[in-house]
């Protein structure tokens, strides 16, 4: 299983970056697909999550209304479209799988398989 991250970068407070995640090696639409971040010096965080094929979201309340998880089951890929970006959303962005019930997508443990990490930077 793989879990490729791209759309990372340097943007400037109150900007917009979309982040992808194609998966391959598994079969995309069983899968929960979740977005966590960790930031420099902190612990790892639940960002958003979506369900397979009824395609539920779920966020953490700091990025509520600012985010929006989306996925492409034919295209193997899930999205996070981040707006409204300050500097407190600088963090290394990780995307997850996992197949594990709806009330744990957001426990890290409760992932399979994790993307390398992309780095998203919010400075002037």
């Known amino acids: 299983v793989q879990l490729v991250e791209s759309g990372g970068g340097l943007v400037q407070p109150g900007g917009s970056l979309r982040l992808s995640c194609r998966a391959s090696?598994?079969?995309?639409?069983?899968?929960?697909m979740g977005w966590f971040r960790q930031a420099s010096g902190k612990e790892r965080e639940f960002v958003a999550a979506i369900r397979g094929i009824a395609g539920n979201t779920k966020y953490a309340d700091s990025v509520k209304g600012r985010f929006t998880i989306s996925r492409d089951n034919a295209k193997n890929t899930v999205y996070l479209q981040m707006n409204s970006l300050n500097v407190e959303d600088t963090a290394v962005y990780y995307c997850?799988?996992?197949?594990?019930?709806?009330?744990?997508?957001?426990?890290?443990?409760?992932?399979?398989?994790w993307g390398q990490g992309i780095q998203v930077t919010v400075s002037s």
């Open positions: 090696g598994l079969t995309f639409n069983y899968y929960i």
């Open positions: 997850a799988a996992t197949r594990t019930s709806w009330n744990s997508n957001a426990i890290g443990s409760a992932y399979d398989y």
